[in-house]
């Protein structure tokens, strides 16, 4: 069956350092699109990044990420994280249309 | 703007009682979706619907049921609470596979 492996766990990064989740997706489907959400203390979770687009990569809010379909792969990753990046990361892809969330890393920043 | 609102926003129950969570949106979705979001679980999917009057099996729907009687609204209904439902439940909306969803803010149900 499908599954998607995001790192676990709790990632601990020092201000202005760089910083990389990864997220795979084994499935039987040849056309996925990935998304990463980001969810801040007592908030509800929310867009950060999607494609759907082999070898692009996708920015926002200073992360990014390139989907690549050969591997299944979409690390999200950041050259420089602050403070305010501290929050729960999941991945999300999506194979057919019904979701699926990897169980989520949380992030920490600290100074 | 993509708007979900959810109520109650926080629920105490007692064990063996009834729970409904109630779930609008205004985005014109045709799909809802209802999660539960524990720690070191991430989101996991209770059950989901395509439009009015159809539900669908997440990978965890034991003990709900859900409802569709609208576009715009989706119920998450425990017959006989336990205390394993303790959790945060998050109702979402989003129609294809390369678009986002958009998520309500959350029920904090807390069953004794």
């Known amino acids: 069956g499908d599954s998607v492996t995001q790192t676990e766990g709790l990632v601990t990064v020092t201000e202005g350092l760089p910083v990389m989740l990864n997220c795979t997706y084994q499935?039987?489907?040849?056309?996925?699109?990935f998304f990463w959400y980001v969810q801040y203390l007592n908030e509800a979770p929310k867009l950060l990044l999607r494609s759907s687009t082999d070898n692009k990569r996708t920015e926002h809010q200073g992360f990014h990420a390139t989907l690549h379909k050969s591997s299944s792969s979409f690390h999200l990753q950041k050259s420089s994280v602050q403070l305010s990046d501290s929050a729960l990361y999941y991945c999300?892809?999506?194979?057919?249309?019904?979701?699926?969330f990897g169980k989520g890393t949380s992030l920490v920043v600290h100074p | 703007e993509a708007a979900v609102t959810q109520s109650p926003r926080n629920k105490v129950a007692v064990t063996g009682g009834k729970v409904t969570l109630s779930c609008n949106q205004t985005?014109?979705?045709?799909?809802m979706y209802w999660y539960r979001q524990d720690t070191g679980h991430g989101l996991r999917l209770i059950h989901y619907s395509y439009g009015a009057g159809s539900t669908e099996k997440g990978d965890i729907p034991d003990g709900y049921k859900a409802s569709r009687p609208s576009q715009e609204n989706f119920s998450l209904i425990l017959e006989l609470a336990t205390p394993s439902q303790t959790s945060v439940y998050f109702c979402?909306?989003?129609?294809?596979?390369?678009?986002?969803?958009?998520f309500g803010p959350g029920t904090r149900l807390t069953v004794l």
């Open positions: 979402a909306s989003g129609d294809y596979r390369e678009d986002e969803q958009y």
């Open positions: 999300a892809p999506r194979g057919n249309y019904k979701p699926t």
């Open positions: 499935t039987a489907y040849s056309d996925v699109a």
């Open positions: 985005n014109n979705h045709n799909n």
